[in-house]
């Protein structure tokens, strides 16, 4: 049984869509898609800096066109989908809940309206590594913080204000190994989003929904959603709530998922799922170099 994922803010790096490009039809896409969100895609996946894609406006628009890209070039059926945070609307359109053009349209949306919430108060998000949750997150709330990914695999992620996130790596919980601040622009997933929240309830109204065609996974706790004004309620919901990405693998690992493929620009969850499921096999797209890999492994694992 195959799931395909797609991962969340963080992941992007200067100019891993440029490889994506030169598939047959990529930049015809992409430019379709640009010009309907008003956002030149090409120019922040192929040319533009660290700091120019850590723009919240910026970065996830450009990661769920980049999800969605390497999901077309894969062209593969899978069992279960599912998206960190962001990855969440690529998740989404996979499943067939919106179209291609209306996902991108609504992460815009998203992506500007979380950037406006994260210019008000300077706020930001850093990984923990290592620790007991049991341990690590009364500690965050002690200081003022908010555990916004769960992730499993021994990491949770930290966001708050730069103040509470610098006394955090002046006090690390007991067992934490490391601090890791996190290419991002805000606190996402707590309070400080709620004008973001608003924005996107009022934009969910243009969207035509249509209910999962595929299992999709949502990561507010795990669950599988039937229908697609569900979906669409959390995505909205999710902006200002925690991610719990480990019960997403919870989830994968009760309907017996033997594959996951992460979606370009993969690697990070990946990365977890390694550690928090044993046996499963797993592939990041990070170019189209590896799809021909990602192709051997759906054979043997999809259609369950």
Not at 87 to 116: K, N, P, Q, S, W
């Amino acid at each position: 049984m195959l799931v395909l994922v797609a991962p969340g803010q963080g992941a992007q790096t200067p100019g891993f869509l440029t490889p994506w490009l030169d598939l047959p039809g990529a930049a015809d896409r992409i430019a379709a898609w640009s010009d309907a969100i008003g956002l030149d895609l090409a120019h922040y996946g192929t040319r533009a800096d660290a700091d120019e894609i850590r723009d919240t406006a910026v970065a996830q628009p450009l990661l769920v066109a980049a999800g969605l890209l390497s999901a077309a070039a894969l062209d593969a059926s899978p069992s279960v989908v599912a998206g960190h945070s962001v990855g969440e609307i690529t998740a989404a359109a996979l499943a067939g809940v919106i179209d291609d053009e209306a996902a991108l349209r609504f992460v815009r949306t998203r992506g500007i309206g979380m950037a406006e919430a994260a210019a008000v108060t300077e706020t930001g998000m850093a990984a923990l590594l290592g620790g007991d949750p049991d341990v690590t997150i009364p500690h965050l709330e002690k200081l003022g913080l908010t555990a916004a990914n769960v992730n499993g695999g021994g990491q949770i992620v930290a966001a708050g204000t730069a103040a509470q996130i610098a006394a955090l790596e002046a006090d690390k919980p007991e067992g934490v190994r490391r601090v890791v601040a996190l290419k991002v622009a805000g606190a996402f997933h707590t309070h400080h989003m709620a004008p973001a929240v608003e924005k996107l309830r009022a934009a969910v109204g243009d969207l035509t929904v249509s209910d999962p065609t595929v299992r999709y996974v949502s990561n507010a706790d795990g669950h599988t959603v039937a229908t697609g004004t569900e979906v669409i309620a959390r995505l909205v919901g999710q902006v200002a709530n925690p991610v719990r990405w480990d019960l997403c693998m919870e989830t994968f690992q009760s309907l017996g998922v033997t594959a996951l493929v992460e979606l370009s620009p993969g690697g990070t969850l990946t990365g977890l799922a390694k550690r928090a499921l044993p046996g499963v096999k797993t592939l990041a797209l990070k170019t189209p170099d590896d799809l021909d890999t990602a192709r051997a492994l759906i054979s043997e694992h999809a259609g369950a």
